[in-house]
């Protein structure tokens, strides 16, 4: 049997989510501005079992599940994302989430009588709360496409979810950012007792407490969005028990994703002087879930434990 994947595929014209005998292909409406066209979510250990839903699709062996589902023109957006997420959380009992991606259509836009973004965060957090579950790292990026996807990772291991220390917890913040917080911790691990503890940190921008600092400057955003991401290093190898790996704020693989298309040379100047550009990453248009926010990073590595396990 191939071993089975689960990737996204950035710079499509219109979402898709293929399955085949390689796993499950997510393709997102994102322009890709620099680097690797497709980013891994999991490497499934065979023997994996596929289920399609209505709007999508799941995989999962013996130690984890990932999956994905697409809604189309999915208004009212609070009863749509709560619907979405009722459904994965059904799909995946027994399992624990490790990391949740949302691409939301028109993010900063107005969706009812609510931005989108906020609108959205409204329908995750009833989802959450009515199950009573520990909230995973997770990202929320627009997309210039009338359709809502949702991707995941779930695990059975146990799964450590991770705070900074310099950052209000979302789930804790004031009602000046909508009528419910939004649902995600900072980072996750998981442990499978074997081998190296993966780890996700989350959409991560220029936010110190629970506001956002420097709304006029690239550079400086991405200072502090870099330096957020170096304490969630630190804080994440308290969890593996080792020593945080220099000062590299980047993970194996890292995804970069930038409002304005017109600051990538600004971007690539600041990365190329801190030798931050990996083999492994990639810069993609999108616009953030706060208007004043220019840019923001995500990054992971799946440690050397053989997949599945």
């Not at 990737?7 to 997102?28: H, Y």
């Not at 496409?145 to 004031?174: G, K």
Request: proline share 9%; charged share 20%; aromatic share 8%.
């Amino acid at each position: 049997m191939v071993m089975a994947s689960t990737r996204f595929s950035f710079g499509a014209t219109q979402p898709k989510i293929i399955v085949s005998d390689e796993g499950m292909r997510i393709d997102l409406p994102i322009p890709l501005l620099q680097g690797n066209r497709i980013a891994s979510i999991h490497s499934h250990a065979d023997p994996v079992e596929t289920l399609h839903l209505d709007q999508g699709a799941i995989m999962r062996d013996s130690g984890f599940v990932s999956g994905a589902l697409c809604i189309p023109d999915p208004y009212p957006l609070p009863e749509i994302t709560r619907q979405i997420y009722e459904t994965l959380i059904r799909s995946t009992q027994s399992y624990a989430f490790a990391r949740i991606w949302n691409y939301v259509p028109h993010i900063n836009n107005p969706a009812g009588d609510l931005e989108a973004y906020r609108a959205f965060c409204k329908g995750r957090s009833e989802a959450f709360a009515k199950h009573g579950l520990p909230v995973p790292a997770a990202s929320a990026v627009g997309i210039q496409y009338p359709a809502l996807i949702v991707a995941f990772v779930a695990t059975r291991h146990p799964v450590h979810h991770i705070e900074n220390p310099e950052q209000v917890p979302a789930y804790c913040y004031p009602q000046t950012y909508g009528p419910r917080p939004p649902s995600f911790s900072r980072a996750s691990v998981t442990n499978p007792g074997v081998g190296s503890r993966q780890a996700f940190v989350s959409g991560t921008a220029a936010i110190k407490g629970h506001a956002s600092v420097f709304p006029d400057s690239l550079r400086d955003q991405v200072e502090v969005t870099l330096d957020n991401l170096r304490i969630m290093g630190r804080e994440i190898a308290k969890f593996r028990d080792e020593a945080p790996k220099g000062n590299n704020p980047f993970l194996t693989d890292t995804t970069l994703y930038l409002r304005n298309p017109n600051h990538l040379p600004q971007l690539l100047t600041i990365l190329e002087s801190g030798n931050l550009l990996t083999n492994n990453h990639r810069i993609v248009q999108a616009d953030i879930c706060r208007p004043e926010l220019l840019i923001e990073i995500e990054t992971q590595d799946y440690g050397d434990s053989p997949p599945g396990q």
